[in-house]
């Protein structure tokens, strides 16, 4: 009986995989950052408001650094895991965090933390400009993400939602981890592992 039920448990554990988290790195992101200030497709270029009117308003968002100085790349296929925290005053004088979620803005939760891959790591060529979609997305203060398909690395850019960031200051702080499943080793080697130690119990207990 207690062979067997070790035999159960060594077979169901040669199906689990175990959660690997290797640190990318920790950036900030500047609350006068925009993802629209440049004019890179994006449908938020003419008009006027805040929010259609975007060009020129605060400073272009960078790509996310591992090592100050030089833009990280992401591999296609990558899954990341995407923390923020801290918190961008940009309601006023209210200071809100990267999960802020005060209504709709540009198709997104307004002053909230947002990204967008780019092909470029200069400046943003955004990887999928689908006519009428806007392909910025939410990230706010946790995101699990699998970096999109493309022939070669891609940029993260990340800034706040907001339309005017003349009176914004402060920064959010952001870490991305590469997580990956690494598998424990196959059934058949557990099982024979198993055999070798019910075998030897057997012939000690002779």
């Known amino acids: ?20 988290a290797s640190l990318i790195g920790v950036d900030s992101v500047a609350g006068v950052n925009s993802l629209y200030a440049q004019d890179w497709g994006h449908i938020y270029n003419t008009g006027s408001g805040n929010e259609f009117n975007a ?19 992401f591999t296609s296929g990558e899954k990341l895991q995407i923390t923020a925290s801290d918190c961008v005053v940009d309601a006023g004088n ?33 990887l999928d400009l689908t006519p009428g979609v806007n ?7 946790l995101l699990d993400i699998i970096v999109p398909d493309f022939s070669s690395p891609l940029y993260l850019f990340m800034a706040t939602n907001d339309g005017d960031f003349m009176d914004n200051s402060g920064a959010y702080s952001v870490r991305i981890d590469n997580v990956s499943q690494v598998p424990t080793p196959p059934v058949i080697y557990l099982l024979l592992i198993g055999l070798v130690l019910a075998r030897r119990f057997v012939l000690k207990r002779a």
Request: aromatic share 12%; net charge positive; with cysteine.
């Open 94 to 126: 209210s200071c809100t965090g990267p999960g802020y979620r005060g209504g709709g803005f540009r198709d997104l939760p307004v002053y909230s933390l947002i990204g967008l891959w780019s092909t470029k790591a200069a400046e943003i060529v955004a």
């Open 1 to 20: 009986m207690k062979l067997s039920a070790f035999l159960i448990l060594t077979s169901l554990l040669g199906f689990n995989q175990i959660a690997s």
């Open 55 to 73: 060009l020129g308003r605060g400073d272009s968002a960078r790509a996310f650094e591992a090592v100050t100085g030089s833009a990280y790349g």
């Open 135 to 141: 392909p910025t997305f939410f990230i706010g203060s």
